[in-house]
């Protein structure tokens, strides 16, 4: 048999190509996908001292934690040197760093009407309540309930600026209120996708993953 020279070099090598093809095919059906799992964050916990109540709470390491006797204050902060978004007299000095989550918890003495007065004034209270409990308005005061403890949200402020306050009834004399800022920097009449980036580089917790961290906390409430 005469072989052209073509020929000679196809039948050699395509049979090869095709048998790497089908061995690489092969191995990536029957080879199992790698894991890479994200290692579980830690966890730290606090008790409420010299309290009747053995109320705790879990947060992730990440967070900074100052913790008082019924208090507990945590936040996470980055580098950030930026003009306060909330300073409408202009004559605020420039900030250093940016809390991108910040929340102080408070276990205080009382019902919910009495808390509430106490931190929100009698006004606010003979304004706001019908029935011996809040009156609810979507998006300034909503209803939460979380594990074994239901409670109220009330949202504070003007331009994004402002802050959440959370009371959740852990008897009928304690009250658990929650602090938490609003991060104007990150909302959206504010931000700027320059401004993410450049805050991603530095360890930025997006809005979305400081909610998912606070209801975390919240879920991790118990007695």
Not at 41 to 68: C, I, K, R, V, W
Request: charged share 20%.
């Amino acid at each position: 048999m005469i072989w052209k020279k073509g020929s000679f070099i196809a039948a050699i090598f395509i049979p090869v190509f095709i048998g790497v093809f089908l061995t690489q095919a092969a191995h990536k059906k029957v080879s199992a996908p790698e894991e890479n799992p994200a290692a579980e964050e830690d966890l730290h916990s606090y008790s409420f001292q010299n309290s009747p109540l053995p109320l705790s709470l879990s947060y992730p390491a990440l967070l900074t934690a100052a913790p008082g006797e019924n208090s507990i204050t945590l936040q996470h902060e980055l580098p950030y040197v930026h003009i306060d978004p909330c300073d409408f007299k202009g004559d605020a000095p420039e900030q250093q760093t940016l809390a991108d989550f910040a929340a102080t918890f408070r276990l205080l003495p009382g019902n919910l009407k009495s808390v509430i007065a106490a931190k929100e004034g009698a006004a606010f209270v003979s304004d706001n309540w019908s029935n011996e409990t809040p009156a609810l308005s979507p998006g300034f005061i909503d209803q939460l309930a979380v594990n074994d403890f239901s409670g109220y949200k009330i949202t504070l402020g003007v331009e994004n600026c402002g802050s959440y306050h959370y009371y959740f009834t852990v008897d009928r004399s304690h009250v658990l209120y929650i602090e938490r800022p609003i991060v104007t920097e990150l909302t959206d009449s504010v931000q700027s996708d320059l401004t993410i980036k450049t805050l991603a580089e530095k360890g930025l917790l997006t809005p979305e993953k400081a909610e998912e961290i606070f209801q975390n906390i919240l879920q991790s409430l118990k007695l």
